[in-house]
C-alpha cells in the first residue's frame, strides 16, 4: 500500500505540475508491472489504488515505468516509508515538497556549528 501511495502522491504531483510526458522509475516490480499491465491485482485492499493509479496513468499524453533495483534506491524506499505513516484518501493532491541533499553528512554540519560556539560548548 506505501508503495501505491508513493506513486499515486508522485503522478498527481505531476499532474498538478501540468506534465504531460513522464518517466518513472520505481524500485518495486510488482507495482510496475500491475502498472504495465503485465500482472493483475488480485488482493482486495490494493484493488482501489491500482484502479486509481491505472487511471491517473490515462491522464498522462506519455507515461512510462522503469524498474530499478532497490539497494539503488535507498531514497525512494524512505520516501514511501513516509508517505505510508500519513493517511491520504484517495483523490486529495498533495502539494509537494523539496527535499534538499547535503553535499557533506549532516552530522558534519553540527560539528561546524559546535567548534563556532562562543562558549566553546556544543
Not at 2 to 31: N, T, W
Amino acid at each position: 500500500m506505501a508503495e501505491y501511495k508513493v506513486c499515486i502522491a508522485d503522478l498527481e504531483a505531476a499532474l498538478s505540475l501540468e506534465v504531460q510526458d513522464l518517466q518513472v522509475y520505481g524500485d518495486s516490480l510488482f507495482i510496475i508491472c500491475q502498472t504495465n499491465g503485465k500482472l493483475q491485482t488480485k488482493e482486495d485492499r490494493l484493488i482501489p489504488y491500482n484502479s486509481y493509479l491505472t487511471s491517473l496513468v490515462k491522464s498522462f499524453r506519455n507515461i512510462n515505468f522503469t524498474f530499478i533495483f532497490r539497494l539503488r534506491n535507498r531514497f525512494a524506499d524512505a520516501l514511501a516509508t513516509y508517505v505510508s505513516m500519513v493517511d491520504t484518501p484517495v483523490g486529495v493532491k498533495i502539494r509537494p515538497f523539496a527535499i534538499k541533499r547535503q553535499l557533506i553528512p549532516a552530522h558534519v554540519h553540527v560539528i561546524e556549528i559546535a567548534a563556532t560556539c562562543p562558549d566553546g560548548k556544543p
